[in-house]
C-alpha cells in the first residue's frame, strides 16, 4: 500500500507543476495557421466570474464554436501553449481565432448543418469526441481540434465537454460527473443527428470512454434508433473502465457499433494505477489478453511500442503512430483488404478469439518499404 500511495503522489506532483492550458483570442491568426472549426455542446456551468465553462455542472446543455488556428511550425502530437508573461505566437502555438456562444439548439443545429454541408469529402460526416479525466475546457477543445487535425479524421468536430473538475486530485468528482453528463451527450448527439449527419464516428478518451459507453447503453435501453443508426464506428482511447463493466455495457447495447476499436497500452502508467487502487490486474485500456473480450466483436490495437511519458494519450501523441494510422487505407489498398469492418493490416502480431481481435502494433521505419516488398 505504501508503494501505491508513493507511485499516486510522484504522478500527482508531476501533474500538479505542468502549467494548465487557458483559452488565448488571437483573430489575426487566421492568416498564419490552418484553421480547425470544432462544434461544442458542454454541460459545463457558466460560474457568472469570467469562466463561462468552467468545472461546475449544469444541468442544461449549452452550445458553441471554436475556431482553433493549427501553427504551422509545430511538432505532430503537440500542443503548444502560448507562454502566460509573453504574447503568443500563431507560428508555434496554438491560439483562438473565433468564438461563437450560440443561444439555443436550434442556432447550433442549423449552424452545423451548414458545415455539414461544406465537407470536403463529399458526405454528410461527424466526428464527436469526448475527453478523458483531469481536463480544463480549453484543454479538450485544443487537444481535439490537433488530435482531428495530425489524424486527418473525417467529417466535421464535435467536442463534449464535460464537468471534469481539471485537477489530478479530482478523481472522485470527474467519475461522478461523467455519470452526471449522460444525458447531455446524449442531447449532443441527437443535436448533430438532427442536423443531419448521415454517418457519426464517436471518439472517447480516458474516463470519457466510461461515460461514451454508458450513454450508448442508454441509448440502446430507449431503442432509440435514431442516433444509434447513424453511429458509423466508436473508438475508445485507453478507456479506463473496469472490463466486466464494459462486457455488460456491450451486452445490454447488444451488437456493437462497427468498426469498435480499442486503443490499448501495456505500458500506460495511469491505468496501471488506476487499476492498482481498484484491486484489479487491468483496465480496458491497458488489457493485455483479448481472451477476456471473447464474444465481442472488437478490434483491441496494442500501441505500448510506441508510448513515451505516462502513455495515456499514446494515439494522439506519438508522432510514429500517426504517421502509421495517417496510412491506414494506403496499405489496405495495396494489399487488397476487402474486410470494411476491420481497421486494417498493420505491421504486428494479430491474434483472434471469438470475435475478439488484438493488433499488437510495431513500430517501422518505412511502411512504403514493407509494402514493395
Known amino acids: 500500500m505504501m508503494k501505491r500511495l508513493l507511485v499516486l503522489f510522484s504522478i500527482l506532483a508531476i501533474a500538479a507543476c505542468t502549467p494548465r492550458g487557458t483559452i488565448t483570442i488571437v483573430p489575426e491568426a487566421a492568416s498564419v495557421g490552418e484553421v480547425q472549426r470544432v462544434f ?4 459545463r456551468k457558466d460560474d457568472g466570474a469570467g469562466e463561462p465553462f468552467s468545472r461546475n455542472r449544469s444541468f442544461d446543455t449549452r452550445f458553441a464554436r471554436f475556431d482553433v488556428s493549427i501553427p504551422p511550425e509545430r511538432e505532430l502530437g503537440t500542443v503548444p501553449w502560448p507562454p502566460r508573461n509573453r504574447p503568443p505566437d500563431p507560428r ?5 481565432v473565433d468564438q461563437m456562444v450560440f443561444d439555443s439548439g436550434i442556432a447550433f443545429r442549423t449552424a452545423l448543418t451548414t458545415e455539414l454541408r461544406q465537407t470536403r469529402r463529399g ?12 481536463n480544463t475546457f480549453a484543454e479538450g477543445l485544443y487537444r481535439f481540434a490537433q488530435l482531428h487535425h495530425d489524424l486527418d479524421l473525417p467529417g466535421v468536430p464535435v467536442h463534449y465537454s464535460w464537468p471534469s473538475r481539471g485537477t489530478p486530485v479530482g478523481y472522485a468528482y470527474d467519475r461522478d460527473s461523467a455519470l452526471f453528463a449522460r444525458d447531455g451527450l446524449e442531447r449532443l448527439l441527437h443535436e448533430v443527428a438532427a442536423a443531419g449527419a448521415e454517418r ?35 473508438i475508445l482511447i485507453s478507456p479506463d473502465i473496469d472490463i466486466d463493466v464494459f462486457r455488460a455495457q456491450a451486452q445490454a447495447m447488444g451488437r456493437l457499433p462497427q468498426p469498435f476499436v480499442v486503443f490499448t497500452s ?18 480496458l ?18 500501441v505500448g511500442a510506441f508510448s513515451t511519458g505516462d502513455g495515456h494519450f499514446t494515439a494522439g501523441t506519438s508522432p510514429a503512430l500517426i504517421r502509421l494510422l495517417n496510412r491506414i487505407n494506403d496499405i489496405d489498398e495495396a494489399l487488397g483488404r476487402d474486410d470494411a469492418r476491420r481497421i ?10 471469438q470475435g475478439a481481435t488484438q493488433i499488437i502494433l510495431s513500430p517501422v521505419a518505412a511502411i512504403g518499404e514493407g509494402l514493395a516488398k
Open 344 to 353: 486494417g493490416l498493420l505491421p504486428g502480431a494479430v491474434l483472434t478469439v
Open 40 to 43: 461544442i455542446g458542454t454541460t
Open 285 to 302: 485500456g491497458n488489457v493485455r489478453d483479448v481472451r477476456v473480450l471473447a464474444g465481442l466483436e472488437v478490434t483491441l490495437l496494442e
Open 92 to 96: 508555434t502555438q496554438m491560439v483562438t
Open 200 to 234: 457519426i464516428m464517436v471518439v472517447a478518451h480516458s474516463m470519457g470512454s466510461a461515460l461514451t459507453m454508458e450513454t450508448l447503453r442508454q441509448l440502446a435501453i430507449r431503442k432509440d434508433n435514431s442516433v444509434l443508426n447513424r453511429l458509423a464506428g466508436v
Open 123 to 134: 458526405t454528410r460526416d461527424a466526428v464527436v469526441f469526448v475527453h478523458g479525466f483531469n
Open 266 to 283: 501495456a505500458r500506460d502508467r495511469a491505468l496501471a494505477l488506476s487499476a492498482r487502487l481498484a484491486g484489479e490486474s487491468a483496465r
